[in-house]
């Protein structure tokens, strides 16, 4: 968890009570959203909806939703395979996102990606790769092209804990170093990387740390807390579009469920699972809001409810959509 | 008006126009700048253009091919440079998994103009980690286009090409004709379309196909046999991907017999697809087997002089080729 002396460094002028009715219930909407668009991908992957898998990132939707939920149209995201809700949390049409997971003409690359490599052109996401860490290196690259187009935008990265141990996360975090390049690499540490214990990944007791090897700030921080992740990259992403380079933030956070859908996980202990659902981002702020008079049951449900309906009609879109023509394999090779 | 220059000087000048005409356009790679290049083709870029388009990049490949990709993804034209082939590996997943297919995955959402300059080949006694001519390897990928020039002349045109081309574009440079390879250039602004072989001499009796530094020595070797009646056709494949069938064919068909030239490795090599190309399209025009003249499968090119020389195709070894496939 974050420690109070490096939340003090982050936060030296946010007070809590600054954050508008406005900005709380919209955090609070789209944790909901990602978790139940989430929770919907999953289903409709057992249901046989469609092949491949998905990497769920239920449980860790604070890290995402507190980075990203404030960026501007002409800031770029680039995800990583467990980062199919941040398209959503990007703006993305919600009826795109669910097309991309069924694979049909009206997903942005007209089936081509599976859902973990979804990207979205027109609001500045960049398409993952399996390849590890591949993501932060042309975010790297994209925020290269900011400094030199001398535009105010600014990449937010994101990765596991388990990319911080590939050699191209540290040459993306050394080249944006020396260059003070505008990008926010958001370390989503949910200690494990598929299977393996992040006592065998790393050293560290903070992968925030690694930022100290390259010149910049890296702090740790409760990665299912929305509001110290927000405030966090609030700003992180003020430092990077004043020009003063870049910000390693490490998300502590737990994946609830395995790798991906055919992973049971059974490398983790029960106990471990129940004390991270215990201390689930939702219900965490659920309490902050109930405690300010901000959410009410009705208004829970009314939150729920809408959201519903938005991934039904996504849902129903993405089903009715055609599937791509054999004929445009080859289309796209080449420009 | 043209005049007499090096490859390295063709090369160096494209550059330097490139840069004044199109403001996108900027080179970035190891030593490019304040030393101007292990081999100089850089040099005068820094002073000209400053450090914000003449990158000196930390000593990581995979990095300048990322960031050169992203860049190009916000509508820059990087022009990154390898300094050695060897030392491409640590940026085959940049080039592999993301500049090759990320027009095709993204519909054509997101498109990679990037041109990788790559100094490749032999240079005698030059050892195992700055001689590798694998140009071969990233045929292999579709949405790669994959240049080499011998001369001059193609050097600048072909460079001019890549840059302004829509997509990734590996731009390899023999070491060993910087210097050699000379010739009359033009001093302004022309470009040698990527795609189409060129035909450098033309011959009746069999067709040699065959690109980079080789093409000088096959070239060397059809002068030789035409002196004994032999006339050699030597096509010079200066876009290796895509690749120019027609060209190719279309001599096949007129010579009836086919060697393949090249300084990589036999196994698995472009002759080896070059051979399957002609067997599929040209099988009944062929009057002999394809015969390959190639750097043989030894792992790395050997620093002693005496197996470096062994290692090396020249011209003999590509004159007993002619001669064995013309005895057919």
Redo the contacts between chains.
């Keep these: 968890m974050a420690s109070k002396s490096n939340r003090a460094v982050m936060e030296p002028e946010t007070d809590r009570s600054s954050h508008s009715p406005e900005l709380l219930l919209g955090l609070y909407r789209m944790l909901v959203k990602c978790r139940m668009c989430d929770e919907k991908a999953r289903i409709l992957f057992r249901q046989g909806k469609y092949k491949g898998n998905f990497y769920s990132g239920v449980g860790q939707e604070a890290a995402e939703v507190g980075t990203a939920y404030s960026l501007r149209e002409d800031d770029w995201i680039a995800p990583s395979h467990r980062d199919w809700t941040s398209n959503i949390i990007k703006g993305v049409p919600l009826k795109f996102c669910f097309a991309q997971l069924f694979a049909k003409t009206t997903s942005?690359?007209?089936g081509?990606?599976s859902p973990a490599?979804m990207?979205?052109?027109?609001l500045h996401v960049?398409?993952p790769?399996s390849?590890i860490a591949?993501q932060l290196?042309?975010?790297?690259?994209?925020?290269?092209?900011?400094k030199?187009?001398r535009q105010d935008a600014v990449v937010v990265a994101y990765c596991g804990d388990g990319a911080t141990s590939f050699?191209?996360f540290h040459?993306?975090l050394?080249?944006a170093g020396?260059h003070k390049l505008p990008i926010i690499y958001t370390v989503q540490n949910n200690l494990w990387a598929e299977s393996v214990p992040l006592r065998l990944q790393t050293a560290l007791t903070n992968l925030s740390d690694r930022a100290k090897a390259y010149g910049f700030p890296g702090f740790p921080l409760d990665g299912n807390d929305v509001l110290a992740v927000y405030d966090a990259a609030q700003t992180a992403i003020a430092r990077a579009r004043a020009g003063e380079g870049p910000t390693l933030l490490e998300c502590k956070t737990y994946r609830w469920y395995g790798h991906s859908e055919i992973d049971p996980a059974k490398y983790r202990s029960k106990e471990e699972v129940e004390a991270w659902k215990k201390r689930d981002p939702i219900v965490l702020f659920e309490k902050q809001l109930f405690d300010k008079k901000l959410l009410t049951e009705s208004k829970k449900a009314e939150v729920a409810a809408s959201i519903t309906d938005e991934i039904n009609e996504a849902v129903e879109f993405a089903e009715e959509s055609p599937y791509p023509e054999a004929s445009e394999l080859m289309?796209?090779?080449?420009? | 008006m043209s005049r007499t220059i090096t490859m390295l000087q063709a090369i160096n000048e494209a550059l330097s126009q490139e840069m004044e005409r199109d403001d996108r356009v900027f080179i970035l790679g190891e030593d490019i700048g304040l030393s101007g290049g292990v081999f100089k083709v850089t040099d005068g870029l820094l002073d000209k253009f400053g450090e914000e388009r003449v990158l000196d990049t930390p000593l990581a490949e995979g990095i300048i091919i990322a960031a050169s990709i992203g860049s190009a993804m916000m509508g820059l034209r990087p022009v990154p440079e390898i300094q050695f082939a060897d030392f491409i590996t640590p940026a085959v997943d940049q080039i592999i998994q993301q500049a090759s297919k990320l027009r095709y995955r993204s519909a054509g959402g997101y498109s990679c103009p990037i041109t990788i300059r790559i100094c490749c080949g032999a240079g005698g006694g030059s050892g195992l980690y700055h001689s590798q001519e694998n140009a071969a390897w990233f045929v292999h990928e579709p949405g790669l286009k994959v240049v080499m020039p011998s001369t001059a002349y193609d050097a600048k045109g072909l460079l001019l090409s890549a840059i302004r081309d829509p997509d990734p574009v590996l731009y390899f440079e023999h070491k060993s004709l910087y210097r050699q390879a000379k010739g009359d250039v033009p001093e302004g602004d022309f470009t040698v379309p990527i795609g189409p072989a060129v035909v450098r001499r033309p011959g009746r009796d069999l067709t040699i196909l065959t690109y980079g530094l080789m093409t000088q020595f096959s070239l060397d070797a059809a002068e030789q046999v035409s002196k004994k009646g032999v006339e050699a056709e030597v096509v010079e494949i200066r876009t290796l991907a895509p690749i120019d069938k027609a060209t190719i064919l279309s001599s096949v068909r007129k010579t009836n017999k086919v060697l393949v030239v090249h300084e990589d490795k036999k196994t698995m090599g472009f002759g080896a697809e070059l051979a399957a190309i002609i067997s599929e399209d040209a099988f009944e025009d062929l009057d002999g087997p394809i015969m390959r003249v190639t750097g043989p499968d030894v792992p790395p090119i050997p620093f002693s002089p005496n197996l470096d020389k062994a290692w090396q195709v020249n011209t003999e070894k590509i004159l007993a080729g002619i001669e064995k496939l013309a005895a057919y």
């Design positions: 942005p690359d007209r081509r990606s490599h990207g979205y052109p027109p960049i398409t790769a390849s591949a290196n042309i975010g790297t690259g994209v925020a290269l092209g900011i030199k187009l050699g191209g040459e993306a050394n080249f020396v289309d796209h090779i080449w420009g």
